[in-house]
């Protein structure tokens, strides 16, 4: 049944998520904060179980924020501010008179026994770590209630289908190092990285930190498209350092940056042996045939997807984002179009950790009640004009779907080629996911078009002659569900206990 009416419900626990939850219960308000994952700090401060690891801050950065927001986090944890619910998915959002109602189960794949969410400071030893509070992990569906929202749900990689993608052994960049910080699990001993962006760096420098050979580091770009951006490229010196500190440790390793590269087939019968490399123009344009290399892992990384489900189920307005991706359009306070719902982070537009902690600051001062800081006011501006140059130096490449052959699965989960998608458009007038969709199964498999959402759009659009539309990508961002969820939380809907509503103040 429902709980107490909380002020403010922040959702992930991520840069965005751990800053708004802290600035909230600092400034007065009483926070609920529900995470999918069992310990906070998101993809990016992914790491070892804290109740078995003592913290490693090597291959973070801006560990140190983490720390702080972590020790906030524990603090506001033992003067009752933050009721915090490691291991949660919400799985719906709805009305509930002058606020709001958040449907919840435990996450899958979650011990449902209680973990030590948060170890101490102090016993920082491997396997003899304490706890501030014990967070335990739901073993039950539960229904929440709240007057405000604040919606941190954070992004998963975005993903380019090529000839081979479906091999056992080629991930996403993101999961090679998820794999590698959460549980220091290497993705491959002989490992091509690939894509494009700045987060290729920190992929590839921790794979070779661990011991792994970076066969190539492929990068579709070219980096002296930043001489465009040099203002704002200057006023984000941290970062600059960063790429050349990743740049500085791949040298020391024998890997060289392949500039207007990319993957082209992914080579193998039962997993990955090899990759064929090619050359691009600045639109994506095979412009030549490039090596075969053995290996045995392929990490590819094309930017990222924000994750929307919950903002879409209130109704909250979208706008196309600098990198072609569908985002929630905020205020400067990071308030959504619908009353009482701030997003914050990658939901918001991606631009990395820093920009995601200063949305988090300043949507959860206004989560409170209270006025944001200036100052985290000007980061934010600060960090989304850098993130703008960041996507025009890295764009996805503008005909990438032309290194698919008809037979590339684009659609795993149901099996739909490029050729399929090709043929529902040119026979059956097929325009956009909604009606590919419906002839092909496309995006209609175990993950809903996560995956394959924003390449088949991409595909049908360059198909038709035009360009990815917020309509093409609604289509493939909408869920009525948010996480799977039992079919006993789907039939105790009707329940009474379910009627609890916020009462207007």
Request: charged residues 20%; hydrophobic residues 40%; proline residues 6%.
């Amino acid at each position: 049944m429902a709980e107490n009416i909380h002020d403010v419900a922040v959702v992930g626990a991520g840069p965005a998520g751990l800053a708004a939850a802290v600035t909230a219960a600092e400034a007065g308000a009483q926070v609920l904060l529900l995470d999918a994952a069992t310990q906070p700090g998101g993809q990016y401060w992914r790491h070892r179980d804290e109740t078995t690891h003592a913290d490693d801050p090597r291959g973070h950065h801006d560990w140190s924020v983490f720390t702080d927001l972590r020790a906030r986090l524990r603090a506001a944890m033992t003067a009752g501010r933050i009721d915090y619910r490691p291991g949660t998915s919400v799985w719906l959002l709805e009305r509930a008179g002058a606020g709001f109602r958040l449907r919840t189960t435990p996450t899958v794949g979650c011990s449902p026994a209680p973990r030590l969410g948060l170890c101490s400071d102090t016993s920082r030893s491997a396997g003899a770590t304490g706890a501030a509070r014990e967070a335990p992990t739901s073993s039950r569906d539960s229904t929440h209630v709240a007057r405000r929202l604040v919606l941190c749900p954070g992004a998963y990689d975005r993903q380019l289908p090529v000839p081979g993608w479906d091999l056992p052994g080629v991930m996403a960049a993101g999961g090679a190092q998820a794999l590698l910080k959460g549980h220091g699990v290497l993705a491959g001993r002989r490992v091509v990285v690939a894509g494009t962006g700045p987060f290729l760096l920190p992929v590839a420098t921790g794979l070779a930190d661990a011991g792994a050979s970076v066969v190539a580091l492929c990068e579709a770009a070219h980096p002296s498209r930043w001489a465009r951006h040099l203002p704002a490229a200057a006023r984000q010196g941290p970062k600059l350092l960063q790429a050349g500190e990743y740049a500085a440790r791949l040298a020391r390793r024998g890997v060289r940056l392949r500039t207007r590269t990319v993957v082209t087939e992914i080579l193998g019968e039962d997993r990955v042996t090899a990759v064929r490399l090619g050359r691009v123009d600045g639109r994506g344009r095979v412009a030549g045939e490039g090596p075969v290399l053995p290996a045995d892992a392929v990490a590819l990384g094309w930017g990222f997807t924000p994750q929307l489900e919950l903002p879409l189920m209130l109704g909250t307005e979208t706008a196309m984002g600098a990198d072609g991706g569908l985002v929630v359009r905020v205020d400067p306070d990071q308030r959504s179009s619908v009353p009482g719902v701030l997003v914050a982070g990658e939901a918001t537009g991606i631009g990395g950790a820093s920009l995601a902690v200063a949305e988090g600051l300043v949507a959860g001062a206004a989560a409170a009640g209270r006025e944001p800081d200036p100052r985290h006011r000007r980061a934010v501006l600060a960090h989304r004009a850098f993130a703008r140059a960041m996507h025009d130096v890295y764009p996805v490449p503008a005909e990438w779907s032309r290194w698919t052959t008809p037979g590339t699965l684009v659609c795993r989960c149901e099996e739909v080629t490029a050729g399929d998608l090709t043929r529902a458009c040119r026979d059956l007038a097929a325009e956009d996911p909604r009606e590919a969709r419906s002839l092909t199964r496309a995006g209609m498999g175990r993950c809903q078009g996560r995956v394959c959402g924003w390449a088949t759009a991409a595909i049908l659009a360059d198909r038709t002659g035009r360009d990815v539309t917020e309509e093409d990508l609604l289509a493939t961002g909408r869920r009525p569900l948010a996480a799977p969820v039992t079919l006993g939380a789907l039939a105790a809907l009707d329940g009474a206990a379910d009627d609890q509503e916020v009462p207007l103040a």
